[in-house]
């Protein structure tokens, strides 16, 4: 397998000094692998908010996944874990971001193609949006690697929205998957919906597709570890940050003022890392030029920082 040299945009290099007494993660990210082909997860960026622009959202989520990586490089590894986040962190490799073609579809089917060839060889994806057009992208991996998927996400919203003049938005991703001619999408379910945030009309569409909802009001935690223990292999999984009420993140396009707490969000991230059926998630929807002192944007480091917690607990 060979990506295209130009494909991607260079991850940022790691900011703090050299310290062997107190290593970073993005010290110690990809020092067992010196190649794709060799790694066990893939970290990937899909610098996109096109998608939010067509949806009357606010730009700006372009500009996340380098402002996450850099907020999740000076995390340290988790001294609870021993040698086990570490060893993850080694193999796992960044492939930067996404050079962004001329139109979103382009973009979005071009990532598909190039992810396609890592998941058939295995590889876990950790992709980082964007606005919730990343999801659709992240969707067609697997349609190019001829594989089906069931689908999680964590949302405020459905996101099962009807094109706007035939263009695909960050309120369509759900509905595309749902209705592409592949069927690939065999399972969809969305956790964290807010009913004052959901039409009629996309709780219908829900319901003729045969996809399920939680609605934030009745995620306990014991109702997340069941959506985990629930799922079918294999499991795509989304994490939109606007489903967080924004007293945490207020740096999304349409934040929530009664939308979950971190505890819970962090709980989500972390059952996703231990479950065995999860192939792939993405992290969409912050947007640094929203945000109030860098708060989403550690939000957002630290939901990764505790996915690979969990990841790491299975796998090592």
Not at 93 to 103: A, E, S
Request: glycine letters at 6%; aromatic letters at 8%; charged letters at 25%.
């Amino acid at each position: 397998m060979t990506l295209p040299p130009d494909a991607f945009l260079p991850p940022p290099e790691p900011s703090d000094p050299w310290d062997p007494t107190d290593l970073r993660v993005g010290q110690l990210l990809g020092r067992a692998v010196r190649s794709v082909e060799a790694a066990r997860i893939v970290l990937v960026g899909f610098p996109s908010d096109t998608g939010v622009r067509r949806n009357g959202g606010r730009p700006g989520a372009r500009e996340a996944p380098r402002a996450i990586r850099e907020a999740f490089y000076r995390l340290t590894p988790d001294p609870r874990s021993g040698k086990a986040f570490t060893e993850l962190l080694a193999h796992t490799f960044d492939l930067g971001d996404l050079r962004p073609r001329r139109t979103l579809e382009a973009s979005q089917e071009y990532f598909g193609q190039l992810m396609a060839p890592l998941l058939r060889e295995g590889k876990r994806l950790v992709i980082l949006g964007g606005g919730h057009e990343t999801a659709y992208a992240h969707f067609l991996a697997y349609v190019h690697a001829e594989q089906s998927v069931h689908i999680l996400n964590w949302d405020a919203h459905a996101d099962v929205r009807p094109l706007r003049d035939g263009r695909a938005h960050s309120g369509s991703p759900f509905r595309q998957a749902l209705t592409h001619p592949s069927r690939r999408c065999r399972s969809y379910t969305v956790a964290g919906l807010l009913p004052h945030s959901v039409a009629p009309e996309h709780l219908h569409f829900l319901h003729e597709q045969h996809a399920h909802y939680v609605w934030r009001d009745a995620l306990t935690a014991d109702r997340i570890t069941d959506l985990y223990h629930q799922a079918r292999a294999p499991l795509m999984v989304s994490f939109d940050l606007d489903a967080v009420d924004q007293a945490f993140a207020p740096g999304v396009s349409a934040p929530s003022v009664d939308g979950m707490d971190p505890e819970h969000w962090l709980q989500a991230a972390y059952e996703a890392g231990r479950c065995p059926a999860v192939r792939s998630i993405d992290l969409v929807e912050c947007n640094p030029r929203l945000d109030r002192d860098r708060q989403t944007v550690r939000l957002a480091a630290l939901t990764l920082w505790t996915f690979f917690c969990g990841l790491a607990e299975r796998i090592f």
